[in-house]
């Protein structure tokens, strides 16, 4: 495929486009700018094409919210998908299983709407149960492999953290956790070519103006609202699958 003018801009609108949603949440670009750029743009070729400024960006706000960063919990919740995400990048070979795909659509859109209206009190200490935690991470990362949608992890994580700065820092951890792995695998088995590279360098600067402009976004919301927003971006993330997983069956 050739770069052209036209695709170059199109691209670039599209990863500013989700990085503001990066910035403001500290996920859920790949929902916003995959899909626009899938309209011209093969997935073989957006996800290892995107993955590199994925990884810095991770890493940076890791680093901008290192003061928020719980040890304790990130570090073996990207450990355990890390554990799923091996068979579930051999399950490939079975089929795209979109019923399946369908029902995790489904599940992740309820468990937002739960998130949205759970009452938290934070005069309660919660501690972490390691098997379900090992469960949650494990599964998502076994769905990751397969379906490259990495996201119950969030729900369960989302119940430790006390604020939105808590939540990018410990999310963008295990992120990057997921990001290098990945990118290894793509270099070894040749995903990554000159095409992808160009989509990588459209999208750093349109990373860094989206990051930016989430950033100041964020500084003009309350802790309620922005809890909103993630919430509202989660949800969005299991409408895509289900819409994804009815409309392209095989």
Same mark, same amino acid.
């Given at each position: 495929m050739k770069m052209t003018a036209d695709l170059a801009v199109f691209i670039f609108i599209a990863q500013f486009l989700g990085y503001i949603i990066k910035g403001l949440v500290g996920f859920g670009n790949p929902l916003i700018a995959n899909p626009i750029m899938a309209m011209r743009i093969d997935n073989v070729q957006i996800t290892p094409g995107v993955l590199p400024v994925?990884?810095?960006?991770?890493?940076?706000?890791?680093?901008?919210?290192?003061?928020?960063? *719980?040890?304790r919990l990130a570090l073996p919740i990207a450990i355990c998908i890390m554990i799923g995400v091996v068979p579930g990048s051999l399950f490939l070979?079975?089929?795209?299983?979109?019923?399946i795909k369908a029902l995790l659509g489904i599940f992740i859109i309820a468990l937002g709407i739960e998130m949205m209206t759970r009452k938290?009190?934070?005069?309660?200490?919660?501690?972490?149960?390691?098997v379900v935690m090992g469960l949650v991470s494990v599964t998502s990362g076994f769905l990751s492999g397969l379906f490259g949608i990495n996201m119950l992890f969030l729900a369960y994580l989302n119940r430790f953290v006390s604020n939105r700065n808590q939540f990018r820092a410990n999310v963008c951890f295990i992120f990057s956790f997921e990001n290098v792995f990945r990118l290894i695998v793509y270099a070894v088995t040749? *995903?990554?070519?000159?095409?992808?590279?160009?989509?990588?360098?459209l999208s750093i600067p349109a990373a860094v103006l989206g990051i930016w402009l989430g950033g100041r976004i964020d500084l003009k919301l309350d802790e309620k609202t922005a809890n909103r927003i993630m919430h509202c971006v989660f949800i969005l993330g299991g409408v895509s699958i289900l819409v994804k997983a009815l409309i392209f069956r095989s």
């Open positions: 994925d990884m810095f960006v991770n890493l940076y706000i890791s680093y901008k919210n290192r003061k928020d960063f *719980i040890t070979k079975v089929g795209s299983q979109w019923v938290v009190n934070t005069s309660v200490e919660r501690k972490n149960n390691p040749g *995903i990554l070519n000159q095409f992808t590279l160009t989509i990588t360098l």
